[in-house]
């Protein structure tokens, strides 16, 4: 910790810091890996600090900026669900569910929604064809109940959405 905080104010200090980076690789672009992974160690290190709240600040401006990247959305799912942050969690995983969609972690996916579920038994993704999606997913891990229970008034979550016939047959299939 005190080598982090000298490192962090070394000009203010008057220390000299020996840089293992040399020039050329600092005018090249990052990759959207490296940007990741910069932002996962800096969390680490907050984490570890037992500064969660700033840990979580810093995740949830990351994804603003990276809102498909999966890698930054499973570490603020973990904090989320580490600190018992019920609300925030709520939230995120209406974003989260994309993602995990758009990467096929439907494991992950359906996990995260029984979750929310727990928390709050009116949850429902923002769009219905990802509620559609999870129970898909669900009824084919053989999570029938999960399945139902996030169907069921499907059409007053959707109303006049046109996958409610769809939604009403798959729980008549899983009856």
């Excluded at 809102?67 to 930054?72: L, N, P, V």
């Excluded at 758009?102 to 995260?112: G, H, K």
């Amino acid at each position: 910790m005190m080598g982090y905080v000298i490192y962090q104010y070394h000009e203010r200090l008057g220390v000299t810091v020996d840089k293992d980076v040399d020039e050329d690789s600092l005018s090249q672009p990052q990759t959207a890996e490296d940007i990741t992974n910069s932002i996962l160690h800096e969390v680490s290190i907050l984490v570890q600090e037992g500064m969660f709240d700033d840990a979580k600040t810093k995740l949830k401006q990351a994804l603003i900026r990276h809102s498909m990247e999966i890698k930054i959305h499973d570490q603020y799912h973990k904090l989320l669900v580490k600190t018992n942050d019920k609300v925030d969690l709520l939230a995120h995983t209406k974003s989260y569910i994309p993602a995990l969609i758009a990467n096929s972690q439907f494991n992950q996916l359906i996990e995260s929604v029984e979750l929310a579920l727990q928390q709050d038994k009116n949850f429902r993704p923002e769009k219905s064809v990802h509620t559609i999606t999870i129970a898909e997913h669900a009824f084919t891990a053989g999570k029938h109940k999960f399945a139902l229970q996030l169907l069921d008034k499907f059409d007053q979550f959707y109303p006049m959405d046109a996958n409610i016939p769809k939604a009403g047959l798959m729980m008549c299939k899983a009856l």
